[in-house]
Structures are given as structure tokens and as C-alpha cells.
């Protein structure tokens, strides 16, 4: 079968949630000589549904490490790393990739839930505050975000703010 029958299988599988045989149309694309870029789009989204949060810490870092990684690599590094190591680890990979990405308002928001939890209600409230500035969208995931909870107690309000 051609590689890109296999991911397009793999895409399905994922789709319906059946992981182990979204991983092995996987395997067989990757074998049969898929694309790379194509195939790692598929990983970073296998092993997210997996919650293997360590071989997705590992395999977003080695793509990273190659160089190029786009914004969404660093975040799901982060995510991963948050889970599989320590907020503060995460809090580090996105630090090295708001050097890159600056305007990127998911590193922004992330970095102040991040802030929050440290009790650096200051640095989160500028965070946030940022991240709802480059993106609006994220005004509603700040009234609910728990790792946001401290500072909508200082705030009294749903939003940082009070927006």
C-alpha cells in the first residue's frame, strides 16, 4: 500500500480514537518512506492521545533540536515537559521559545498560567494580559483556566484585569 494511504488510514484511526492501529499505519507509512514532515504531524498528535508525555517531551525536543520547529512543536514540548517532568522544566522550553516567537499568544498565555502557579501574580497578570492582546479568543480561556484561579481570586473577576 502507498505511504500516503497509510497516513491517511493513520488519520482516521486517530480520528476514532483507536490509537493502536493509528500507530501502526504509522509505523507501515513511515517504513513504505512517507514524508517526514508528514509523519511527524501524526506522531506529535498520536503520542498527545496516548498521554505518553515522556516520548512526546523526547520527540518534540528532537525536533526542535534539529531546528526549524515551528510554534506548535515548542508548545506541546512544553506541555509534554509540564507533565512529564516539572512546571518549572516547562516553564524553561517556553522561554527559549518565546526568544522565536515572541508574538506567539499561546507561549504568552501559557508562560502566565505558568507565572500563576509560581505565585508571581505580576508576571502572570502581564502575561495573560499579552496573550489576550495579540488574541482575544483567549479572554474566555483565562476565566477558566484553574492554573488561573489565583489570579482571578486577587481580581475578584472572572478575567485578569477585569476584562
Same mark, same amino acid.
Given at each position: ?75 506541546? #514540548? ?9 512546571? $518549572? ?11 522565536? @516567537?515572541?508574538?506567539?499568544? *499561546? ?5 502566565? #498560567?505558568?507565572? #500563576? ?16 492582546? =495579540?488574541?482575544?479568543? @483567549?479572554? =474566555?480561556? $483565562?476565566? *477558566?483556566?484553574?492554573?488561573? $484561579?489565583? =489570579?482571578?481570586?486577587?481580581?475578584? *473577576?472572572? #478575567?485578569?484585569?477585569?476584562?
Amino acid at each position: 500500500m502507498f505511504p500516503q494511504r497509510r497516513l491517511m488510514h493513520a488519520r482516521g484511526y486517530l480520528g476514532l480514537g483507536l490509537l493502536a492501529d493509528a500507530e501502526r499505519e504509522l509505523f507501515l507509512a513511515e517504513d513504505g518512506g512517507a514524508e517526514p514532515a508528514e509523519v511527524a504531524e501524526i506522531r506529535l498528535v498520536l503520542l498527545h492521545e496516548k498521554s505518553d508525555w515522556a516520548a512526546l517531551r523526547d520527540f518534540t525536543g528532537s525536533l526542535i533540536a534539529r531546528g526549524g520547529a515551528d510554534a506548535g512543536v515548542w508548545i506541546s #514540548c512544553a506541555y509534554a515537559t509540564r507533565r512529564a517532568d516539572s512546571l $518549572a522544566a516547562a516553564e524553561t522550553v517556553l522561554k527559549e521559545a518565546e526568544k522565536l @516567537f515572541p508574538a506567539e499568544p *499561546t507561549i504568552q498565555f501559557n508562560l502566565g #498560567c505558568y507565572a #500563576c502557579q509560581r505565585d508571581d501574580l505580576a508576571t502572570a497578570r502581564r502575561r495573560v494580559d499579552r496573550a489576550i492582546a =495579540l488574541e482575544p479568543g @483567549f479572554r =474566555l480561556a $483565562a476565566a *477558566t483556566d484553574p492554573d488561573l $484561579a489565583p =489570579l482571578r481570586a486577587v481580581d475578584g *473577576t472572572d #478575567c485578569p484585569n477585569g476584562a
